[in-house]
Nanobody
């Protein structure tokens, strides 16, 4: 069983940066993919970034966000730069067996709010 706890959300002005961290427990973390989803009000949850044997980023965040993971520390981090108001959402850490290298969640964190003001 894997448990995920996010931290690092908050309020930032457009153009600013935030760093989200996800701490995992459980011995299986290094064997599965991990990533970040987000859900804005009234919208479906969408995959933003995934990290397994390679990193994947959604087109909407390429060039601005970066994902990294440290299997020894059991953490996955999302560095968000040049934030835009449309990045406002609840961000969820997710982990699960990869499909073609992309995270397929079977474990979720509780979510952390990111608000970008214009």
């Amino acid at each position: 069983q894997v448990q995920l706890v996010e931290s690092g959300g908050g309020l930032v002005q457009a153009g600013g940066s935030l760093r989200l961290s996800c701490a995992a427990s459980g011995s299986m973390f290094s064997a599965i993919a991990a990533g970040w989803y987000r859900q804005a009000p009234g919208k479906q949850r969408e995959l933003v970034a995934s990290a397994s044997s390679f990193s994947w980023l959604a087109d909407s965040v390429k060039g601005r966000f970066a994902i990294s993971r440290d299997n020894a520390k059991k953490t996955v981090t999302l560095q968000m730069n040049s934030l835009k108001p449309e990045d406002t959402a609840v961000y969820f850490c997710a982990a699960g067996g990869p499909l073609h290298g992309i995270v397929v969640p079977s474990h979720w964190g509780q979510g952390t709010q990111v608000t970008v003001s214009s």
